[in-house]
């Protein structure tokens, strides 16, 4: 799967300009699908497999959209002033390169006094394309850019950019190669514009108006120094959602979700997420209402330029996911 992950966190692709992305994965997705379709907002929605008398109508989503930055207009010197596309902490834009959509590369600079405690925020800084004028810029207001962090394999962990949701882009594609009876019709939905308002999944959701749903995301860990008082840690196996800033997972879904991990022998951690949501959300208030909840992977440094997962948590959680799939699931 590494190589997978690799592939896809090469591709930029923010929020709105999934394309690049969503292309790679359609490739890689077709041969294994019974159905392949792109919606009108651009979601990937690829179904495997018919509803059996024990099945049920299972949604699965991977978010394809990174965190980005927008050019919100250029200085008379020629610097580009920029705005975020989803959560971007200033502090780690600082020191960064970036690439906008065009190709064209930038240094992330800053108009901050010797840091002297002044709170970095992203109208204090401005990127460094090379050029001296308006004229003379080749970044026009709206064109978007994402971090370069390359990927990089550290003892077991994965580290890089847009690991939020590539990780899990790459869990489903190497699920929907791998998964072979299935009771369940299942909708492997590769959705955008997840990280501004989880509106693809939304879409999608009504679109295929599923009878549960299970959203593969990124969720926070609580083990760094003075880190977030929270209970998922980095290598303890895959996260089983419970609660976030945007739902309370349906009971029925995790308790299945922990007696096929218990069946497996599988370690998992129950996730709490204080702060920010995924797709489940959406899924859950799709129509008249979805059963709805999450599998997430503990990642440090979440919406940063290098975030890290643990490698065995990710082949963890699509062990797991598999077994959910092909078992019927008593809600
Ligand atoms: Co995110
Ligand atoms: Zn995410």
Same mark, same amino acid.
């Given at each position: 799967m590494i190589d997978l992950v690799k592939q896809l966190v090469a591709c930029d692709g923010p929020s709105g300009h999934e394309r690049v992305v969503r292309d790679m994965v359609r490739q890689m997705a077709a041969p294994y699908a019974d159905e392949l379709r792109v919606d009108r907002l651009g979601n990937l929605i690829v179904r495997k497999g018919k509803k059996a008398a024990n099945g049920l109508r299972v949604m699965l989503s991977a978010h394809l959209d990174e965190i980005g930055l927008i050019a919100t207009h250029v200085d008379e010197h020629g610097f580009v002033r920029v705005s975020n596309l989803? /959560? /971007?902490?200033?502090?780690?834009?600082?020191?960064q390169r970036i690439r906008f959509l065009n190709g064209v590369q930038g240094v992330v600079g800053h %108009?901050? %006094?010797?840091? &002297?405690g002044e709170k970095i925020t992203l109208d204090k800084l401005f990127v460094d394309v090379g050029a001296a004028s308006p004229e003379d810029c080749p970044v026009q207001v709206g064109d978007a850019a994402v971090f370069q962090g390359s990927f990089q394999e550290v003892d077991g962990r994965w580290t890089g950019k847009?690991? +939020?949701d590539r990780v899990c882009v790459a869990l489903l594609l190497e699920t929907l190669r791998q998964l072979k009876d299935s009771p369940h019709e299942v909708y492997f939905v590769f959705t955008v514009l997840e990280e501004v308002g989880r509106k693809g999944a939304r879409a999608a959701a009504y679109g295929i108006d599923p009878d549960v749903g299970i959203a593969l995301d990124a969720t926070a860990t609580g +083990? &760094?120094?003075?880190?977030?008082?929270?209970a998922v840690a980095l290598g303890n196996g895959p996260a089983i959602k419970v609660k976030d800033a945007g739902i309370i997972a349906y009971p029925g879904l995790v308790q299945a979700m922990e007696a096929a991990a218990a069946q497996l022998n599988l370690p998992v951690q129950r996730e709490i997420l204080m702060r920010g949501a995924t797709d489940a959300s959406m899924i859950q208030t799709a129509r008249a209402g979805v059963p709805s909840g999450g599998i997430s992977i503990p990642m440090r440094y /979440?919406?940063?330029p290098v975030e890290m997962v643990d490698a065995q948590d990710v082949h963890q959680a699509m062990t797991l996911l598999l077994h959910i799939l092909e078992n019927s699931i008593q809600l």
């Open positions: 989803g /959560v /971007v902490h200033a502090p780690y834009c600082l020191g %108009e901050i %006094e010797g840091f &002297t847009a690991l +939020d +083990d &760094t120094p003075k880190g977030r008082k929270m /979440v919406h940063s």
